[in-house]
């Protein structure tokens, strides 16, 4: 009978929940970024300036902080030395309209540790802030960083999918595609949901997208193998290893 094991959420290391501060001025980005890391059972609060993210970090402690660059007060940079003065060790993960390497190199300079441009997935952002934590020692997975759904194996770390113990090469796209279903797995998934977490949080497209996508992946994930993505009609799609 093939395995099936739910991935295990991060947990910080004396297994109370991660602990994230959100920090940007557009209220609907917050609204979605805040309510994908809760699902992930992670403790969230959210400030839209630079001088409540810092009032709200002296009480809250975060593990980690997802800042915007730009803000209406201070900005990234002010916020981020601040930040590190009063917690020395917080993994703190950018978001920036701004991609030129001068940027870059300056927001790592200034202390932090990753960056995700906008737009961006859900699914980019909370792998690289469980990438962050793990690597600073700040939190742990029980089950390493291995996703496991019969015989279909995904090692987030690596970014390495086996079907059946064969290396099966994923676009970036379908790689955060597949890695939201096997974080869901005998879940049925609406395109609508999907659409959230693996393309931009403010993408306009429509969700012939996502049935394109799932063609990929069973083309890669299926073709002379038991089917394990379905189709649900008029709902969505599931991740389920086969039947005994």
């Not at 916020?79 to 917690?87: I, S, W």
């Not at 701004?98 to 960056?115: L, M, N, P, Q, S």
């Not at 089950?143 to 690596?158: C, F, Q, T, W």
């Not at 939201?180 to 977490?197: E, G, Y």
Request: with cysteine; charged share 30%; aromatic share 6%.
């Amino acid at each position: 009978m093939p395995s099936h094991r739910t991935p295990a959420h991060l947990h910080s290391t004396d297994g109370s929940p991660v602990r994230v501060l959100v920090v940007d001025d557009e209220p609907d980005l917050t609204e979605v970024l805040s309510g994908a890391l809760a699902s992930e059972g992670w403790e969230v609060r959210s400030a839209a300036d630079g001088t409540q993210a810092l009032a709200l970090a002296r009480t809250f402690r975060p593990h980690a902080v997802v800042l915007d660059w730009m803000l209406p007060d201070l900005d990234g940079l002010a916020v981020l030395r601040l930040l590190r003065q009063e917690l020395e060790t917080v993994c703190v993960l950018f978001l920036t309209a701004r991609d030129a390497v001068e940027d870059r190199i300056a927001g790592i300079t200034a202390g932090g540790d990753d960056y995700v441009t906008k737009p961006f997935s859900l699914e980019e952002v909370l792998a690289r802030l469980r990438g962050l934590l793990r690597r600073a020692g700040m939190a742990r997975e029980p089950d390493g960083d291995r996703l496991v759904v019969g015989d279909l194996v995904m090692d987030e770390e690596a970014r390495e999918v086996l079907r059946g113990g064969e290396l099966v090469e994923l676009s970036r796209t379908e790689f955060e595609l597949l890695r939201f279903l096997m974080r869901n797995p005998r879940r049925v998934l609406s395109k609508a949901q999907i659409l959230d977490r693996v393309w931009s949080y403010d993408f306009g497209g429509r969700s012939h997208v996502v049935e394109l996508y799932i063609s990929y992946l069973r083309k890669k994930i299926d073709a002379g193998r038991t089917p394990m993505i379905h189709t649900v009609r008029g709902v969505g799609y599931v991740l389920k290893p086969e039947s005994p």
